[in-house]
């Protein structure tokens, strides 16, 4: 009896019972993640990020929160919304700056105006639509955190996205076949909460990252490859001659036993020491002479030693006038033993390539087995490359789409 007239009172103030309890199970067997705050209470949802003061970001289901715990939902909700309009107010203000700052490239501008309108029109009550608060915890203020595998919490996050009831108290194995016999193909979809989830503030470094990505992705990009510090603009037109120059420093020099001495480590075939600090300043002098605040650079490291490829993938963000930072980096390795005869023959008949093979036999260094090795290096590095720049392409794309998007999250 006692039960059915919870329920009641539940239904009467609108509120789903299912939305107003604690897990039933093990942590480990949920897909949310948890941490425990002051005065012994665990909230459930998903850490966004854990920043170097040892604060972190958090983000809780709405509804579960204010059924659960209406007392820290009115705390945090309270904190979200004057947050929101600080925010608000200093979005508006960069923005104009920056618009002040590109009044010659209509199609940024077009951008901005449409996010300073947005902002604008912004009203507090809006965060009620969001399916999550976010919350910022002290130190001081949490005691423990509980997080969930990647796949764990991608299936929540599918089941959040597709309106599930009760995921932050379901296990997640119930989330996955509901979400199956919904149709949802949970091993594909990508989860995109972006739009559910109020963000946090930008520190001036982060704003000057967010910058430089969205001016990349809306504006002419300026991009270097290389290898070590040796680094070629990308154009529309290829420089034949750096590319030789740059293959014949790669392990295909015109002295193999010289090359091979090298890579072993022999004194008498020793190499003047690579840069290894600051390899990236000449591209973003560069990009920075030009105009740009951000620039790309993807870098080969491959050895004739060695059966796989590594290609790393870079953004650079300007800060200040001569300082530049990095945002993001992406390494993917691709191995020359696993790449098909077909891959092999598509390389070869890619006109550039052979462009690069005739110039190799007129140096004298085009022999069957160089070549070889060289056709196999260079599907490996393509596959490799193809991956990292994807990488790359999907992080830009993920924090250029709206400017109220969660901080680019910085490593020092």
């Known amino acids: 009896m006692v039960r059915l007239q919870v329920v009641f009172a539940l239904m009467v103030l609108g509120v789903s019972p299912a939305f107003s309890q604690v897990p039933q199970v093990v942590e480990s067997r949920l897909g949310v993640d948890s941490v425990k705050i002051d005065g012994g209470k665990r909230l459930y949802g998903f850490l966004l990020s854990h920043r170097a003061d040892q604060s972190i970001v958090f983000s809780v289901g709405r509804q579960w929160l204010e059924a659960t715990h209406p007392q820290l939902y009115a705390e945090f909700a309270g904190l979200e919304r004057d947050r929101f309009e600080k925010l608000r107010h200093q979005r508006i203000e960069r923005l104009e700056a920056w618009i002040e700052s590109r009044t010659d490239d209509r199609g940024l501008v077009s951008f901005l105006e449409h996010e300073l309108a947005r902002f604008s029109e912004m009203v507090p009550e809006d965060l009620r639509k969001k399916k999550f608060v976010t919350i910022e915890l002290m130190q001081s203020r949490y005691k423990e955190i509980f997080n969930q595998p990647a796949d764990r919490r991608k299936i929540a996050g599918l ?155 870079y953004f650079f963000a300007i800060e200040k006038p001569g300082s530049w930072f990095q945002i993001a980096k992406f390494s993917v390795q691709a191995s020359t033993a696993e790449q098909t005869e077909e891959q092999l023959k598509r390389i070869q008949e890619d006109p550039q390539v052979k462009s690069v093979i005739d110039t190799l036999k007129g140096l004298g260094l085009g022999g069957q087995g160089t070549v070889e090795q060289a056709l196999r290096h260079g599907a490996a590095t393509q596959k490799a490359l193809q991956d990292a720049t994807g990488q790359l392409s999907a992080f830009i794309s993920q924090n250029s789409r709206e400017l109220d998007s969660q901080p680019i999250a910085l490593h020092p």
């Not at 990236?280 to 050895?303: H, M, P, Y």
């Open 159 to 313: 089941a959040f996205q597709n309106d599930l009831e009760a995921v932050t108290t379901t296990p997640v194995s119930q989330l996955r076949k509901q979400l199956v016999e919904m149709g949802v193909d949970v091993e594909t979809e990508a989860v995109n909460l972006s739009k559910e989830v109020e963000s946090t503030a930008e520190s001036d470094r982060q704003w000057a990252a967010r910058k430089a990505v969205v001016e990349y992705a809306l504006r002419k990009q300026i991009e270097f490859q290389g290898t070590g510090s040796m680094l070629i603009r990308k154009t529309d037109t290829p420089d034949m001659t750096a590319l030789v120059s740059q293959l014949l420093g790669g392990g295909l020099g015109e002295d193999p036993i010289s090359q091979l001495g090298a890579e072993l480590g022999l004194p008498e075939f020793k190499k003047p020491k690579e840069q290894t600090d600051g390899w990236w300043k000449r591209a973003t002098e560069e990009a920075e002479r030009d105009g740009f605040c951000g620039v790309s650079i993807t870098r080969l490291n491959q050895s004739m030693l060695s059966t796989s490829v590594t290609v790393e993938a």
